[in-house]
């Protein structure tokens, strides 16, 4: 009795250990690793079958089974329809899945479950928490107390970027230069969507005009996928072609630029002859990099305002 007890024993214990080492290292990796809202990610498990043949991968979301691969059943891939998931079938197989549209609210716990055939039927599953985050859907907004700014005066300013999920990281700059700025204030939107503010104070300063310009320049910035600025130019007294404030990048308002290439026009050859005139920057060849596609940056915009 005792003796066909430990071996049965051993035997379960031997085809498990050999199940065991028969598949081992299943990984889950996400790419891109960032996932936006209304993007795209493919999910790609990896293992190390030690030979084994496979008999399925099977996909969680938390405990639901949403696509399963298994290479001995025709067809050999399934969908079970879950809320929010959307499988491209084209470009999903035994190794990866590839989901399309994804939203906020399907952030959460992926599995993928790797399951040897007979004789081991090994399995084993791994994990991996998915967060979607929701960029800023308009440019930041740069806002100053007052049009101009004599040596002496204190400059306030405050910057805002919409909400976003994570919130957006501001920086201020003047000219060249990252300035202290006040503890980022964070304001609730729907969906778990921050607004992010800070606000700065400058004692302004002739040394603050080189060139007869200050830059104040605020850049949002999500991660390494969103960086966004709104800038307000300073003109010191002497070279002041009305209006004093001029703003560049983000909140330009068409009107506002047509009326700055007049100016341009205007000074045109003053500025060519000028070393640093500092009207024409390189503003207008620094095209702003976003990684999101416009499909998504609509979606977003939709969504923020149909809730
Ligand atoms: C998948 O491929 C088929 C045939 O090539 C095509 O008709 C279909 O539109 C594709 N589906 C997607 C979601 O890309
Ligand atoms: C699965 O699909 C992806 C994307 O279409 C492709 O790059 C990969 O080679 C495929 N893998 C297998 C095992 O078919
Ligand atoms: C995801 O899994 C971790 C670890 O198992 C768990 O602590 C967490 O609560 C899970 N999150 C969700 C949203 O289910
Ligand atoms: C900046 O924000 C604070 C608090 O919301 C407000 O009192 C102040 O007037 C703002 N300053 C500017 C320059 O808009
Ligand atoms: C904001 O900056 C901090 C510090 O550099 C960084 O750890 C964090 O990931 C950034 N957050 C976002 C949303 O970019
Ligand atoms: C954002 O872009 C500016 C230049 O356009 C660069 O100086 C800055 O380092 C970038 N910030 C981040 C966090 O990538």
């Known amino acids: ?16 250990f050999e199940g065991v080492t028969s598949l081992r290292d299943v990984k889950l990796l996400v790419e891109p690793s960032i996932v936006i809202k209304g993007g795209t990610a493919a999910l790609i498990c990896s293992r190390d079958m030690q030979g084994a043949p496979l008999y399925s991968v099977k996909w969680y979301r938390g405990n639901h089974e949403f696509f ?10 399934m969908v079970f329809g879950l809320p929010g998931i959307y499988v491209d079938m084209n470009r999903s197989n035994g190794t990866q899945v590839m989901l399309r549209h994804l939203e906020l609210g399907l952030s959460g716990n992926f599995s993928c479950e790797v399951t040897a055939d007979s004789p081991s039927f090994a399995t084993q599953i791994t994990t991996k928490y998915i967060d979607v985050i929701a ?20 400059l306030r300013a405050n910057c805002t970027s919409p909400p976003a999920r994570p919130a957006a990281n501001l920086t201020v700059f003047i000219n060249e230069e990252p300035i202290r700025a006040s503890e980022t204030s964070l304001q609730p939107f729907e969906n778990g969507l921050l607004t992010a503010k ?16 200050l830059r104040v320049a605020c850049y949002a910035t999500v991660f390494d996928v969103y960086n966004q600025s709104a800038k307000l130019d300073f003109l010191t007294p002497e070279t002041d072609p009305r209006p004093e404030r001029i703003t560049l990048g983000g909140g330009t308002s068409k009107c506002v630029l047509n009326w700055f290439l007049l100016l341009l026009l205007i000074f045109l050859p003053m500025m060519v002859m000028g070393d640093d005139y500092g009207l024409l920057s390189d503003d207008f060849l620094d095209i702003p990099f976003t990684y999101y596609d416009e499909e998504s940056e609509q979606k977003a915009i939709i969504s923020l305002v149909g809730g």
Do not use: C, W
């Open 1 to 16: 009795m005792i003796l066909s007890g430990i071996l049965t024993f051993s035997s379960v214990f031997f085809i498990v």
């Open 135 to 154: 960029l800023p859907t308009t440019l930041p907004v740069l806002v100053t107390d007052k049009d101009r700014y004599q040596p002496g005066a204190t």
């Open 68 to 77: 399963r691969y298994t290479p001995m059943e025709h067809p050999d891939t």
């Open 198 to 213: 800070v606000n700065v104070e400058v004692k302004v300063t002739p040394e603050l005009f080189p060139g007869g310009r």
